[in-house]
């Protein structure tokens, strides 16, 4: 992937490492989603939302870390800024285009833990996207644990995760999140195969498709075998591929994010259509 192609955005922000606040789930990088404990490993909490996990409702408090700022190589700087704002010219395009103001979240990198709107977090949380601040939160060395423990490498399998994370800021913008959370209140079913966090999960892999298309189109900049390393991250991180590897088996009345064929699935309808309307992962089957 040759992201030099793509601009700069304005809006990465470099935090502290550390945290304070509430902790999502009342321990450090620890969650439940009704009465399951979310195994502390990382693959199992791969691309965790809060807003999947704990119904914020915007009441979070917010206490901005003070610590020593975090350490940022440039090159991965760079990279993350280029790939976010080319996330904002497709979005910026695609809510014009339907009469919208794409609203543009703010990407923080930190180390070891920080303190959001929705709570404190640990990098063992992995990349997530915290909805009362629109905010996406990512700790660099989570790309090097996406090689070493999930087994996808190269730049495209990271700008997957963070496009990923951007269409749930997109999903936050078009109201999406608050119809869950109020479904949620409403006791909807959210675990399981066919539950609400697996279809906002699977939404947000065809947002990310949707992205890859209008990136490719406005700046040709995929290469060979370039998708195959975003297809090969999904099939690595859906949930019954994570409980096997955990646990040895496979519940699907626990599952959150989607099969594995369910991302792959997704993110290319998503790729292949470049249209939004192609992503209503709430009707049908997901």
């Known amino acids: 992937m040759d992201w030099r192609k793509g601009g700069s955005s304005s809006n990465v922000e470099i935090g502290g490492n550390g945290g304070g606040g509430r902790r999502f789930g009342g321990g450090g990088g620890r969650m439940g989603i009704g009465g399951l404990i979310v195994l502390a490993i990382l693959g199992w909490v791969f691309f965790k939302n809060p807003m999947a996990l704990l119904d914020q409702g915007g009441s979070a408090s917010y206490?901005?870390?003070?610590?020593?700022?975090?350490q940022v190589d440039p090159e991965q700087q760079a990279f993350v800024s280029?790939?976010?704002?080319?996330?904002e010219q497709t979005w910026g395009e695609i809510f014009q285009a339907n009469g919208m103001t794409y609203v543009e979240p703010k990407l923080h990198l930190f180390s070891g833990g920080v303190s959001t709107g929705c709570g404190g977090a640990t990098s063992a949380v992995g990349p997530f996207y915290c909805p009362t601040d629109q905010k996406v939160y990512l700790d660099l060395a989570f790309f090097q644990q996406l090689q070493d423990e999930l087994h996808s490498s190269g730049d495209f399998a990271r700008a997957y995760v963070i496009a990923h994370e951007v269409g749930h800021h997109v999903q936050k913008l078009t109201g999406v999140f608050d119809k869950v959370a109020a479904a949620r209140r409403r006791g909807a079913p959210m675990d399981g195969a066919d539950g609400l966090s697996v279809r906002q999960e699977l939404q947000a892999d065809c947002y990310a498709g949707v992205w890859?298309?209008?990136?490719?189109?406005?700046?040709?900049?995929?290469?060979?075998?370039?998708?195959?390393?975003?297809?090969?991250?999904?099939?690595?991180?859906?949930d019954d591929a994570l409980q096997q590897q955990a646990q040895g088996r496979v519940r699907p009345d626990t599952f959150t994010h989607g099969t594995s064929a369910q991302r792959v699935k997704w993110f290319k309808t998503g790729f292949s259509s470049g249209n939004?309307?192609?992503?209503?992962?709430?009707?049908?089957?997901?």
Request: proline share 8%; hydrophobic share 35%; charged share 10%.
């Open 63 to 70: 206490a901005p870390s003070s610590s020593t700022p975090t």
């Open 82 to 87: 280029a790939i976010l704002h080319s996330t």
């Open 212 to 238: 890859a298309n209008h990136s490719q189109r406005d700046l040709n900049w995929l290469q060979p075998g370039d998708i195959e390393e975003a297809l090969n991250a999904a099939s690595h991180i859906g």
């Open 276 to 286: 939004v309307s192609q992503c209503n992962t709430f009707a049908g089957e997901p």
